[in-house]
């Protein structure tokens, strides 16, 4: 922990028609931390960061980020959902790297990563360009501004995601399985620019099965099963000496 609650999460619950996909969730990030989500499939993980991105509703429970409380509003004494303006306004304030990099196939490089920058947030184009090579620089692309996501590799295309994601400036950063898609040679570089980030602070909840890279960079562990937090805890000693069982199964299928 490295400072204020960035993230609040409290007693979420979502349903999908009869199933429980989370049944109460509670997660704290503080400003700077980095939280690494693992779990079987089906646990939750994703949901637990789309609901968080707004991306899913919650039918119970609430979520903060610095204290705002997300989707909804309260008018004239009751709680109400948020207009989708509102919500896309409070969505800007994250950025979430998905498993499939989902770049715009026909923009370059380049124009990826300024776009929202640009039509959304209204900085000045050289700025954003200016920056966004940076951004490339940092994730060692820099020579790929002019190229288009199909003439790069599945790793490089996820550097250009999460270079996309960065230029947003996220207040936290959310990333769902952001190297299973990848070949293994590819895995690598996409966790060297994520320790990067995590390096200079950015608050990231990661949803990974790569357990070397939560024993490494994660200030917190945190195991998911059947929609809830099952265990969470330092890396080191959650994952050397699991509480329980099924985590304890769990981690004997991920080595
Ligand atoms: P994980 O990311 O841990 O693999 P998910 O959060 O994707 O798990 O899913 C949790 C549970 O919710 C699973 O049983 C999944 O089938 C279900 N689920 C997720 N999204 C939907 C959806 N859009 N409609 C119906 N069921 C869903
Ligand atoms: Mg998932």
Redesign the pocket.
């Given at each position: 922990m490295t400072g204020e609650p960035a993230l609040r999460v409290r007693g979420i619950r979502k349903n999908?028609?009869d199933?429980t996909?989370l049944d109460g969730v509670d997660l704290d990030v503080a400003e700077g931390e980095v939280v690494v989500v693992i779990?079987?499939?089906?646990?939750?993980?994703?949901?637990?960061i789309r609901c968080v991105h707004q991306l899913e509703t919650i039918d119970a429970g609430a979520i903060y980020l610095d204290d705002e409380l997300l989707g909804y509003e309260r008018r004239r004494g009751t709680l109400r959902p948020m207009s989708a303006r509102r919500v896309a306004a409070q969505r800007g304030r994250m950025s979430m790297v998905f498993q499939q990099f989902q770049l715009i196939p026909h923009f370059t490089v380049l124009r990826n990563i300024t776009e929202a920058p640009v039509r959304v947030h209204g900085r000045a184009k050289a700025e954003a360009e200016a920056e966004a090579r940076e951004l490339l620089r940092r994730v060692g692309l820099a020579d790929r501004a002019h190229h288009y996501p199909r003439q790069l590799s599945g790793g490089q295309q996820q550097r250009v995601a999460i270079a996309r994601a960065v230029a947003a400036r996220p207040r936290v950063m959310l990333f769902d399985e952001p190297t299973s898609a990848l070949d293994p040679e590819l895995v690598d570089e996409v966790l060297g620019v994520m320790r990067g980030l995590a390096a200079e602070g950015m608050t990231m909840v990661v949803?990974t099965h790569e357990i070397a890279f939560a024993r490494e960079v994660a200030d917190r562990c945190v195991f998911?099963e059947a929609?809830r937090i099952v265990e969470s805890g330092p890396p080191d000693a959650m994952l050397t000496s699991p509480r329980t069982a099924r985590l304890r199964a769990f981690l004997a299928r991920h080595r």
């Open positions: 999908f028609a199933h996909a779990g079987p499939s089906g646990s939750g993980k994703s949901t637990l949803v998911m929609g």
